[in-house]
Nanobody, 116 residues
Framework: QVQLVESGGGLVQPGGSLRLSCAAS????????MSWYRQAPGKERELVAL????????NYADSVKGRFTISRDNAKKMVFLQMNSLKPEDTAVYYC?????????WGQGTQVTVSS
């Protein structure tokens, strides 16, 4: 079955960096677009970044453009989110997601806290 496992979250000071990873299994990873979402307390889950199956196209939320970079390694079945110049408003649980056969599959999420 589809499984997504995120890692790499933690506590970081404003201006710092983190790299999130998502390990995928249970589907043909190289043929699916992958995305990162986040959900802050009291807010709806929002799309952060998306990458196409071969990584040729990426899209970002306006709030993270120029600071976050999504990438993937199809050989390792992993997707990454490099987050630089982090701000307190980036604090959230970050999830990776894949849509397969009209179903959305989510990981368990990883907490990112940006605070001094």
């Amino acid at each position: 079955q589809v499984q997504l496992v995120e890692s790499g979250g933690g506590l970081v000071q404003p201006g710092g960096s983190l790299r999130l990873s998502c390990a995928a299994s249970g589907f043909t990873f190289s043929t699916y677009a992958m995305s990162w979402y986040r959900q802050a307390p009291g807010k709806e889950r929002e799309l952060v970044a998306l990458i196409t199956s071969v990584g040729s196209i990426t899209n970002y939320a306006d709030s993270v453009k120029g600071r976050f970079t999504i990438s993937r390694d199809n050989a390792k079945k992993m997707v990454f989110l490099q987050m630089n110049s982090l701000k307190p408003e980036d604090t959230a649980v970050y999830y990776c997601k894949v849509r397969s056969n009209s179903n959305d599959y989510w990981g368990q999420g990883t907490q990112v806290t940006v605070s001094s």
